[in-house]
């Protein structure tokens, strides 16, 4: 479970209370997609058949064939759509002035996305209040966006440069939608203040030097807006990202790439800022499948909306001196509906971030007892006795067998395949055997978008001597210009020339039973100053980790 500092929960256990309305809780499940929402049947449906549309548009534009691709129920998407863009605020980051529009966690335990139903409620005339409704982001987009990252980690996992990374997520993050086709090419509205002062450098964008100008953020969004459109808008220049990706991969510099598939970078530049300069390419196109995706929808049971606010709360993450309030609100439910497996589940993901894994265990088994081959439940036992085998040794192997036997119920869902490969990683007693090895692979095949699943692949590619693979799997640690993606590259230079022990060190997963405390945190904080230091890499600006 990731975590957020501890603060937000506090500040959200204020505002879920409040989430109810005149409308009821729907649960929509599409091909790609479930979604709970807070709003009208009709309204629920609509967003779900857009997130679809999006999905299709996606996979028409990068040819990439998700039918055979064949991925298993547990790779769909979690939205929960409730409130106003405040409310994701103060659920991101328990402060209701963030401006946070909604956002997405990519998880191999189940990737979800919170987004509001509607904008701020304009509660006063003051030209203060206007101005902060015309800085609103739109929910629509902003989730749109985050899922374009996912599509991509999914079904077309490349190490691409951060301005194409974020200027193809903000083409296709701003999609419109209409009756029988889709719109694409607008100009996205928090983008147009950089589009119209910033002009126009190749260099600075494909290969900017160390740290940040003031014109980085408007490079990478901005500019990778307009130049994502470019390459896939303009008939001319399509098809050349990946005569690119193809030049990286062959050992070239990113300037050499880029003058391989571009061609003239001048000629290029000048069709850019005659671009920035003029109006949007607008495409109209046709859906290619079906403009009414298939949906099925239901109003939630009164069990169902009664744990509402805790499985929100639970999947959002929480700090774990917080998550005892949690406990408190899932065993109040559990004696409410004691044979509710959505409330017996919700409780017992609030047990287990308690660390309370004997309570965790029993809620899991009273579930299997229900049902016996649900595999969410399954999974916890695993990850129960994972947990343990810090301390305890012995619970490594209880681990193993619990998630060998999870992946015997459902031999496609991603986490079972990674626990089972933890189980040899942190077992001193035993080396990794092949069938552990390839049951991370599989595991990264369903779950790529999952950061902890990619970084023990790169380990592992790495204590196999596959360093050129490596690098491909762990690009997303070495893109950037921030102090940790200096290090990171530095570490992997070393690493060539012989010197393994860093690089291995910072890619190994830590353990899940530990947990940091406050003295170890400040010591991992001055270790990482003093890698900073010892490499060179202070003049990256802030640790993008």
């Not at 744990?307 to 929100?312: D, N, P, V």
Request: aromatic share 10%; charged share 30%.
């Amino acid at each position: 479970m990731s975590r957020i500092i501890s603060a937000a929960l506090a500040a959200s256990a204020m505002l879920l209370p409040q989430m109810a309305s005149a409308n009821d809780w729907y649960r929509a499940e599409s091909e790609h997609f479930i979604l709970y929402s807070e709003d009208s049947e009709e309204d629920t449906r609509e967003f779900v058949q857009d997130l679809e549309r999006l999905n299709e548009v996606l996979a028409l534009f990068t040819s990439v064939n998700v039918a055979a691709a064949d991925l298993p129920p547990s790779s769909k998407l979690t939205v929960f759509r409730f409130g106003e863009q405040t409310d994701m605020s103060v659920l991101a980051a328990g402060n209701r002035n963030t401006g946070v529009g909604g956002f997405f966690i990519p998880r191999v335990t189940g990737s979800v996305a919170f987004v509001p139903r509607q904008r701020n409620r304009n509660r006063s005339r003051s030209r203060a209040r206007d101005m902060d409704d015309a800085m609103q982001l739109d929910p629509r987009g902003v989730l749109h966006h985050e899922y374009v990252h996912y599509f991509m980690w999914q079904h077309a996992d490349a190490p691409y440069p951060l301005w194409y990374s974020e200027g193809f997520a903000e083409l296709f993050g701003n999609l419109e939608f209409n009756d029988d086709h889709f719109v694409i090419g607008e100009v996205p509205t928090a983008r147009s203040a950089s589009l119209a002062t910033v002009p126009i450098d190749i260099p600075a964008t494909f290969d900017p030097p160390p740290g940040r100008d003031r014109y980085y953020v408007a490079r990478t969004y901005a500019h990778g807006w307009l130049i994502a459109s470019h390459l896939n808008l303009n008939e001319e220049r399509r098809g050349q990202m990946g005569a690119y990706m193809a030049a990286i991969a062959n050992g070239a510099t990113r300037m050499e790439a880029a003058e391989q598939a571009f061609g003239d970078l001048d000629v290029l530049e000048a069709e850019l800022e005659e671009f920035r300069r003029g109006r949007a390419r607008i495409l109209r196109v046709p859906y290619a499948v079906n403009a009414d995706p298939a949906v099925e929808i239901r109003q939630l049971t009164e069990d169902e909306e009664a744990r509402m606010e805790l499985m929100i709360t639970s999947k959002r993450g929480v700090d774990e001196d917080d998550a005892e309030r949690l406990v408190i609100d899932a065993r109040r439910l559990v004696e409410r509906y004691p044979q509710s497996v959505p409330v017996l589940l919700a409780a017992t993901e609030a047990e287990f971030d308690g660390r309370n894994y004997d309570e965790a265990e029993a809620l899991a088994d009273r579930i299997l007892e229900i049902e016996p081959d649900h595999i969410e439940a399954a999974i916890y036992r695993g990850r129960t006795a994972l947990r343990r085998s810090f301390e305890n040794p012995e619970q490594i192997a209880v681990a193993r067998q619990r998630f060998a036997a999870a992946n015997r119920m459902e031999n496609d869902h991603a986490f079972p395949l990674y626990g089972y490969y933890l189980t040899y990683l942190f077992d001193d007693e035993a080396g990794v055997p092949d069938a552990a090895k390839m049951a991370l692979e599989g595991a990264f095949g369903y779950a790529a978008y999952d950061r902890g699943v990619r970084q023990a692949l790169v380990h592992m590619l790495l204590t196999e001597g596959r360093l050129p693979e490596a690098r491909i799997v762990g690009a997303q640690w070495t893109d950037g210009q921030g102090e940790f993606q200096c290090v990171v590259r530095a570490m992997f230079d070393e690493f060539e020339t012989g010197d393994r022990e860093a690089l291995l060190e910072e890619f190994k997963p830590d353990h899940p039973g530990e947990y940091l405390d406050e003295a170890a945190r400040e010591a991992q904080t001055e270790e990482f100053e003093a890698q900073v230091e010892a490499y060179g890499c202070t003049d990256g600006g802030s640790a993008d980790t």
